[in-house]
Each structure stands twice: as structure tokens, then as C-alpha cells.
């Protein structure tokens, strides 16, 4: 197959998978969402004490995996790092809790809108802003610079954090009384079969590994590259979720009465604005950075590290929303989020020797 079919293929396995995942156990109108996924690995690991959101998703510990597998496969493996670590970290945390401001990341924006979850409309015009102002910065000289080929330990460093999480998720499994946290309900609670979330997840990593498949990318490359190729697996994408939304009976058109969606249009359009400018600031959305950590990428790595510590300060200090609305101290932290991405978007340039 063509290279530039290969997003097409990898939003087609995306749409079905997810509403496969849900069928199977996982939280409504969240097959898969690289944020909330990774919110719950934070409360698994006990970063937050939000009782309702703590499990260490197989998803995600698949999709690096799988990333890694597929860069081998392909000779693609490429240990790099170097690059601005300290404004990747704080991008990270402000994209996360953006992201739980509006309750999903940019997959799980598209999966609520072809269930027909159409408070997601706003959360599709916010992460549209974000991204045309993080391509405004791009095209005005903005640069965290350039990462440098790095030592084989920098590239596998992230892969055996993740390695070590899928050891502490075994075993917590296995000993009810391991420090492994998990939801006794709640959306923590409601997951896949660990064998089927797992093998979801590492084929889903293999394929967007080689696809690059990303949903910035696929904005960013249409504005300053005119390609659409990877537009078009997003495309794919939302047609192939509602298809199997339809057919599996998910499909539920409305604002409201949503699977864990909130309905205030201004914060679901503001915190999808926040995380459209951190991660097209940092190169990509949560799930590309995750398939990048796996290929060796340790600029990627310390990206997911700030996701992750974003997950535990938006549960800690009431950033995050519910169905109910918005966290109490959300505001704040969408606004600080924002003037911190414009000041890093103006002032960041590469400096040539």
C-alpha cells in the first residue's frame, strides 16, 4: 500500500476499533483517548486521588509498544533528544489539562462528535484555533530547536518507564494488595478485557507509527505543506466511527445526556484552544507523541512525562471538568495556559551559530 494511503487505513482502524472497545467495556464515546488514558495511568499510580479515573490503560501501554515494535520493523528506530526539554514538560501539562477542560483529547474529540455528542462542535473549533495560532507562531520563526541523534539508553529510557508500568499493572491484577491503584467505579472502572485493550493498542501503534498519523498534522500540513493526505485519515476516521457507532446502537444525537461530556460551549471551546496551541507548539497531539516515544524520541518522552503531571495538578487542584462542568480553579489555569503558550510562541526562535 502507498504511504499516503496509509492515514486513511490508520483513521478507518481507528473508528472501527474504538466503538469496538466501548462495546467491549471501555467508557462511552472513549474507544480510546490517548488524554484521558493517560489521566488514568496517572491516578493508577496513585499522582491523583480522583477514586473515580485510576486505571493503567493497556491502550496506551500498546500503543508505545507497538510504535517501538514498527520502528524496528522498518529500521525507523532512531534514539534522538535535546530539544527545549523544559518548555516540552510545561506544553505537556498545559495541553493535558486543556484537554480535561473540555474531557477528551483530539480522538476522543472526533469519536463524541460521530456518536453525535455535538458538544464536541466547540471543542472542533477551539483545537481549529489553536492550531492556526500555533501556525501563525511556526511561520513567524517559532523553534524549540533541533533534537540531536542520542545514545540507545535516551531512546529506550520511555519504552522501559512504560515496561515498568505494564509490570506494575500485572501486579496489581495479581495482588489486591500492591500500591496500584483502581477505580471501584466510575469510568476508571469500566474497561476492555486486558488482552483485547492491549492487542488494540499495539496494533493501533504499529500502524501510526508508519502512518505518522496525527491530528495537528493534519491541519498544519494542509496550511503550510498543501497536503492533505493525513486530513484524509481523519476524515476516514469520524466516517468510520459513526458507521460503527450506528451499527453497534452508540449513536446519539444531541448536546446533552452525553457519555462524560459537559455541555458549556465557551470551556469546551477554550480548552481545546489551550491544547491545539501546546501540541501543535510541541509537534503533535498526545498520541503521536506517544507513538514518537516509542520510536525513540526523547523529546516526546518528556512531552508525555508533562501530560502526566498535568493529569495529577488538573485532579488535585479542581482543573478538571465532569459531566457536570467545569473544575472550580479551570479558568485560571486555561488562561495561565494560554499566555504561556503565546509567550513561548513568540519568544522561542532557534538560535544559528
Not at 185 to 213: E, N, T, Y
Amino acid at each position: 500500500m502507498r504511504l499516503a494511503k496509509l492515514p486513511i487505513l490508520a483513521g478507518i482502524a481507528l473508528g472501527i476499533l474504538a466503538p469496538i472497545l466501548v462495546y467491549f467495556g471501555n467508557p462511552g464515546n472513549m474507544g480510546v483517548c490517548a488524554a484521558c488514558f493517560t489521566r488514568d495511568i496517572a491516578g493508577g499510580l496513585g499522582l491523583h486521588q480522583a477514586a473515580i479515573v485510576q486505571y493503567i490503560r493497556p491502550e496506551i501501554i500498546g500503543l508505545v509498544f507497538g510504535a517501538l515494535i514498527a520502528s524496528f520493523a522498518f529500521g525507523e528506530f532512531r534514539p534522538r533528544a535535546g530539544s527545549a526539554p523544559i518548555i516540552r514538560f510545561m506544553l505537556g501539562v498545559f495541553a493535558m489539562i486543556g484537554a480535561l477542560v473540555f474531557l477528551g483529547c483530539p480522538w476522543r474529540m472526533w469519536l463524541r462528535f460521530s456518536a453525535g455528542d455535538f458538544s464536541a462542535i466547540a471543542g472542533i473549533f477551539g483545537l481549529i484555533v489553536g492550531i492556526s495560532i500555533g501556525i501563525f507562531f511556526l511561520k513567524r520563526g517559532f523553534s524549540l530547536g533541533r533534537n540531536r541523534p542520542a545514545s540507545k539508553i535516551v531512546g529506550f529510557t520511555f519504552p522501559i518507564f512504560v515496561l515498568l508500568i505494564f509490570v506494575l499493572l500485572i501486579w496489581g491484577l495479581l495482588d489486591s494488595n500492591s500500591p496500584i491503584k483502581f477505580s471501584a467505579k466510575g469510568p476508571g472502572s469500566m474497561h476492555a478485557p486486558f488482552l483485547i485493550s492491549l492487542g488494540v493498542g499495539l496494533f493501533l501503534g504499529f500502524l501510526f507509527q508508519k502512518s505518522r498519523f496525527c491530528m495537528i498534522a493534519a491541519v498544519r500540513d494542509v496550511v503550510i505543506l498543501k497536503d492533505s493526505h493525513i486530513l484524509q485519515g481523519v476524515i476516514a476516521l469520524v466516517i468510520s466511527a459513526f458507521i460503527m457507532n450506528v451499527v453497534l446502537g452508540y449513536f446519539n444525537p444531541g448536546f446533552t445526556n452525553q457519555p462524560i461530556a459537559h455541555n458549556d460551549t465557551i470551556w469546551n471551546f477554550l480548552g481545546m484552544l489551550l491544547s491545539g496551541i501546546a501540541f501543535t507548539l510541541a509537534g503533535g497531539c498526545p498520541g503521536r507523541h506517544l507513538v514518537l516515544s516509542g520510536e525513540g524520541d526523547g523529546d516526546a518522552g518528556v512531552f508525555v512525562f508533562g501530560l502526566l503531571v498535568g493529569a495529577a495538578f488538573a485532579h488535585n487542584f479542581a482543573l478538571a471538568s465532569s459531566p457536570n462542568g467545569i473544575g472550580a480553579n479551570a479558568p485560571w489555569a486555561v488562561f495561565i495556559g494560554i499566555g504561556f503558550c503565546i509567550l513561548v510562541g513568540i519568544f522561542a526562535k532557534e538560535r544559528r551559530i
